[in-house]
Each structure stands twice: as C-alpha cells, then as structure tokens.
C-alpha cells in the first residue's frame, strides 16, 4: 500500500521558518521525481517545487530564493524547507510522487501552513 504522509505545518509568524516532510512507503522512491505543491482557499492547486529522481530542482518563481526541496533516498522522504514565509504562502501543502517510467502519481493528504501575526 502506497502511502504519503506530510508533517511540520502549522502556525508561524511572517518572516518565521517551517521545514514540511514527506513520508513515503510502498514506492521504489529512488524513482520517483518528487514534487511540493500548495493550495490556498479559493486558488488552483499549484507546483511549489521539484526535485526529480537526479537531483535536479525546480521551483517557482514565488518561493525562488525562499525556499528548498531536498530528499533523503535512504530514509524515503522528501522536505521543504520555507524561510521568510509571508502570509501569501498560507496555504495547505501536499507533496506528490511521480514514476519517471510512466504517468503513474501519488498525493499525500496534505499538510496546513498558516502565515498570520
């Protein structure tokens, strides 16, 4: 069974810093790209940051500078750590586990990041 599992959201202050985790189990990770994608009330889910099964990153232009996609292959997990976190970033992240050999994707359930004074 394929699971993902986020932790390390919750409640900073603007300016503050939170690293977000994701757990997989059930998955060849090492082929896997993973991606970090957030969602804020009434906007479209979108991509975050990438780091593809090489190490290769990718991040979007809001968060260059801010924040960094690593993985640790041996532990299956994948992080991303936020600096200078500004209220836009509020937002419930997930992360998603793509097959470098197919179409084949898994999401977590998603994590809670609020950015409020």
């Known amino acids: 069974q394929v699971q993902l599992v986020e932790s390390g959201g919750g409640l900073v202050q603007p300016g503050g810093s939170l690293r977000l985790s994701c757990a997989t189990s059930g998955i060849h990770f090492s082929i896997y790209d993973m991606d970090w994608y957030r969602q804020a009330p009434g906007k479209q889910r979108e991509l975050v940051a990438r780091m593809n099964n090489g190490g290769a990153t990718t991040y979007a232009d809001s968060v260059k500078g801010r924040f960094t996609i690593s993985r640790d292959n041996d532990k299956n997990t994948v992080y991303l750590k936020m600096n200078s976190l500004q209220p836009e970033d509020t937002a419930v992240y997930y992360c998603?586990?793509?097959?470098?050999?197919?179409?084949?994707?898994?999401w977590g359930q998603g994590t809670q990041v609020t950015v409020s004074s």
């Open positions: 998603k586990a793509n097959y470098v050999y197919s179409g084949r994707a898994y």
